[in-house]
């Protein structure tokens, strides 16, 4: 028994993208905006934990004073 491998040849048209896809290939992210929008979501997590452990703290806080007196 024999194995018949199929050869097809590749014509330009085969291989021509439409052109949404040749122009979103061109375009490059804005580096600039992409790493202000990193910055910007570093700070507001920054912020979130400081107010977590602002809660916390003021929680221990008004535990250690209700058990004291």
Request: hydrophobic content about 40%; proline content about 4%; aromatic content about 2%.
């Amino acid at each position: 028994m024999t194995i018949q491998v199929k050869q097809t040849a590749i014509s330009p048209e085969d291989n021509q993208e439409t052109p949404m896809v040749r122009k979103s290939l061109k375009e490059r992210p804005n580096i600039d905006h992409l790493i202000k929008r990193i910055l910007i979501e570093r700070r507001s997590q920054e912020r979130k934990n400081l107010l977590t452990l602002l809660v916390i703290v003021s929680a221990i806080i008004v535990i250690g004073i209700y058990i004291y007196n």
